[in-house]
């Protein structure tokens, strides 16, 4: 089915003063105007495993927030966040897309991120860079591999405020119970606590036997039932404070099974609030002692002490249903207004007019036409006095100066002008030329009173291919249109070994659109060689002292000699790695973790240049050229011990001795990225799938029973989590799973789910081994598990494999 654009301008735009409407090629938009105030923004992000629909509940905001006339699917490849050629035909969303939805009075700038893992960079940009996260579950899955990990990646930048969406209620097979007990069960909150819950039918006589579905949902802070019909319009009944009155008032029958369960979810919800607020406890402690007061208590009393809690992370707020069906958006949007903070709840300080501007970008794209595009979000100052077109701002980071060229509001690929970016906005840049993902801008006039912000770490490269151009001719701008490809996506690293080029990142998948990106939007012509994991090294068994500190080399005709002083050794056990250097620590002389510049055109601070030395050094091994990892590197001091020498000679300096007492601590072990499996096969093929994971040199940490929504998750830790005082409805309330059979059509019983770790190199074919395995009744997800030491036979191998036995 494809979509039309309607040729007449949408209703809404000639009924809401609050929008304006914009003709965008064919495409009648109702662009959200700014927000008036930073208290009415909404910096939020939807993250999840991959397809829980992530793009779908997107696509359904856009549609109830009516910036689209009808939704678009990902079936069809016509979605508006996944704008992408490679997301269209592939049905996935591979880059984070931001877009600012007017809903009531807020104004959200919504980022539909991706859930595959090989895109982690853009979870990590948007994790950053919001306030607030919709975290989505498939209830028929419960919680997956992924949504562990983007849960880590959200505690990483400290996105407390989170929301549970349990999606795909409509599927069969799928629980709402079971989806809460798979959040307890993988400890990802302690309290989640629905305020809604779900009503599979309103037919209450056939109830137990009704088709898979969702047809409505209770509010129950708010008191109130929505329904929906099947284009997906609602509408929306108060409910009475006396349950009696639901049939009278022609909702709800009273033998309908969702009757008896408002009064328990209700009273749960009230109670674990008011765990956190007095002045709820104080509420219901006056309130008769029938239970049924709990009904009467007004959404007023409610919503503050529900919002301190989100805020605070006390409680996990659960809402649920289908974004296929535009079933439960509306309360999505409602509740992410109502609980989540604004740029002003999460300020370090009282945002003052007179504050420096200070910017984080957390995304750079390259369009043709437009050239650099920088996302920022503005987190201090407001710039309508600092910042508009036209200005010149500081890098940082990268101590450069910068001249703005337009700033617009990005609509995913639509943009609009506009004259300035106001504290708390997030919007784009054009006509920065140095600035990274990552970097900290701040407006010229006040450039000393601003601090860096918080830095994005792009999460470690486990595979890497190597590039030839076609010809000679061919390999600066493939080296260029490398450089660029790194600059949009951190994650991707490049290196030039002995005239090789090799690209790094973070999977099969990641490789293949990097591929693709380079062909098709840098037209670079090479070949693509064979894909293999990144391995790592780690420090040899000699003592790494330098062979000498000082270093010589000839600067115009004239010998500059310069002393550095280093002490390397390696990580202890308990010592923590830094992401941003492979897991080494490296520490100037005050003790404070260096960064390295990429490049060290125009630096003149000679730590950096220090650290840009040490950089190249731990990249490539002078005994194997891979990178290294797990040493650390303190630098104590440097010394010029020529006059007039060039901070720029420190780069060499440092590199040389770094490098030789590397060679003089003899090669290390070699470590190779593993991966944690999580395999759901019928119980006939578990023994092979063992049997064959154990030949790859997999190692089985689980063997567990049924395979549905979680409840048995065999992925949870294995101690008892509690269940006191969190409400959970009773299965029938899911009509759809307890006639479920498994989401293959299969009876769940009959299945088991194997988890294990694995080395990455051996599963890289893994879902078509699977399939022969499990005659194609099996699958698997998976995510990074670090990178481990290796044993020496193996470590032979790998040496083999490199060229370098
Ligand atoms: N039955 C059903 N299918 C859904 C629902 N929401 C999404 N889907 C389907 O699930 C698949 C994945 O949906 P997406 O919206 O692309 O999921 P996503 O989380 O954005 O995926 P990635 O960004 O690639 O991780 C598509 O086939 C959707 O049509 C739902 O509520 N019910």
Not at 527 to 537: C, D, I, N, Q
Request: contains cysteine; glycine residues 6%; negative net charge.
């Amino acid at each position: 089915m494809r979509r039309t654009w309607s040729s007449r301008i949408p209703q809404c735009c000639t009924r809401k003063a609050t929008r304006q409407c914009q003709v965008i090629g064919k495409r009648y938009l109702a662009t959200a105007a700014p927000a008036s105030s930073a208290s009415e923004l909404r910096n939020m992000a939807l993250v999840a495993h991959i397809d829980s629909g992530k793009t779908t509940l997107t696509e359904s905001i856009l549609l109830k927030s009516s910036y689209l006339i009808h939704a678009g699917s990902v079936d069809t490849g016509s979605t508006t966040t996944d704008f992408l050629p490679a997301e269209r035909e592939r049905g996935i969303t591979i880059q984070s897309a931001s877009i600012p939805v007017k809903w009531r009075d807020w104004t959200f700038n919504l980022i539909d991120t991706p859930g595959h893992a090989d895109f982690g960079m853009e979870v990590e940009s948007a994790s950053r860079v919001v306030d607030g996260a919709v975290v989505l579950l498939d209830s028929v899955e419960g919680v997956e591999a992924q949504t562990k990990g983007v849960w880590k990646q959200l505690d990483r930048y400290g996105v407390g405020s989170r929301l549970i969406f349990l999606n795909k209620l409509d599927r069969v097979g799928a629980s709402f119970s079971q989806s809460l007990t798979s959040l307890l069960a993988n400890r990802l909150h302690p309290r989640p606590v629905p305020l809604a819950l779900p009503i599979a039918s309103f037919d209450s006589k056939d109830y137990a036997q009704a088709e898979p579905g969702i047809q409505g949902l209770v509010d129950l802070v708010k008191w109130e039932l929505w329904r929906w019909n099947k284009d997906g319009e609602s509408i929306k009944h108060v409910l009475p404070q006396n349950l009696d009155e639901l049939e009278q008032a022609g909702i709800l029958p009273p033998s309908h099974p969702v009757v008896s369960q408002l009064l328990p979810a209700r009273t749960s919800l009230l109670e674990n609030v008011s765990m956190f607020s007095d002045e709820l406890m104080e509420t219901l402690l006056g309130l008769p002692s029938d239970p049924s007061a709990y009904l009467t208590v007004p959404v007023s009393k409610i919503m503050p002490h529900l919002r301190a809690a989100t805020l605070r992370s006390d409680i996990l707020p659960v809402l649920c249903g289908s974004a296929f069906k535009h079933i439960g958006t509306e309360l999505v949007m409602d509740y992410v207004g109502e609980l989540f903070p604004s740029p002003v709840d999460v300020a370090a300080e009282v945002p003052k007019a007179s504050a420096p501007l200070r910017m984080l970008a957390w995304k750079v794209t390259w369009d043709k036409r437009k050239g650099w595009m920088t996302f920022v979000r503005v987190y201090s100052g407001e710039c309508n006095r600092t910042l508009t077109k036209q200005s010149v701002v500081l890098n940082a980071t990268r101590q450069q100066r910068e001249r703005i060229s337009k700033i617009q509001l990005l609509y995913a690929s639509q943009a609009q002008d506009v004259d300035s970016l106001s504290f708390g906005q997030v919007g784009v840049i054009l006509g920065l030329r140095y600035t990274r993902t990552g970097d900290t801008l701040v407006s010229t006039h006040k450039a000393s009173e601003a601090s860096s912000l918080r830095d994005i770490v792009p999460p470690p490269p486990v595979m890497s291919a190597s590039i030839i151009p076609q010809m000679q001719s061919d390999t600066e701008p493939v080296q260029e249109a490398l450089a660029s490809l790194a600059r949009t996506d951190p994650s991707v690293r490049f290196e030039v070994q002995e005239g090789q080029i090799l690209v790094h990142g973070l999977g099969s998948l990641h490789l293949e659109i990097i591929e693709n990106r380079l062909r098709e939007e840098w037209q670079a012509n090479f070949e693509f060689g064979k894909r293999r994991v990144s391995y790592r090294e780690g420090l040899g068994p000699n003592e790494p002292k330098p062979t000498q500190n000082a270093w010589s080399t000839e600067v115009s005709g004239k010998t500059i000699t310069v002393s550095i002083d280093l002490s390397v050794r390696e990580l202890q056990d308990d010592e923590q790695g830094d992401a941003l250097w492979d897991d080494n620590v490296v520490l100037g002389p005050d003790g404070k973790p260096l960064r390295a510049p990429d490049d060290t055109a125009g630096l003149i601070d000679p730590l950096a240049i220090i650290a840009r030395g040490i950089s190249s050094v731990l990249s490539t091994s002078p005994h194997t050229s891979l990178a290294l990892s797990h040493l650390h590197v303190q630098v104590n001091k440097y010394n010029f011990l020529s006059e007039q020498a060039p901070p720029s000679v420190l780069a060499g300096a440092s590199a040389f001795v770094l490098r030789d007492c590397i060679k003089n601590a003899g090669m290390g072990d070699v470590m190779e990225p593993y991966i944690r499996l999580k395999i759901t096969a019928h119980e006939d093929s578990v023994g092979k799938v063992v049997k064959d994971l154990t030949e790859h040199g997999g190692e089985v940490l689980d063997l567990g029973a049924g395979a549905s929504s979680g409840v048995a998750d065999p992925d949870a830790e294995a101690e008892p989590f509690s269940e006191e005082g969190i409400y959970i409805p009773p299965k029938e309330l899911s009509p759809s799973a307890a006639n479920a059979s498994g989401h293959d059509g299969t009876s769940s019983q009959y299945k088991r789910t194997v988890v294990a770790l694995a080395p990455l190199s051996q599963m890289l074919d893994y879902s078509n081994r699977l399939r022969a395995l499990s005659g194609g009744h099996g699958h698997f997800d998976m995510v990074n598990a670090g990178f481990r030491k290796v044993s020496q036979a193996r470590k032979m191998e790998i040496l083999r494999e490199i060229g370098r036995a």
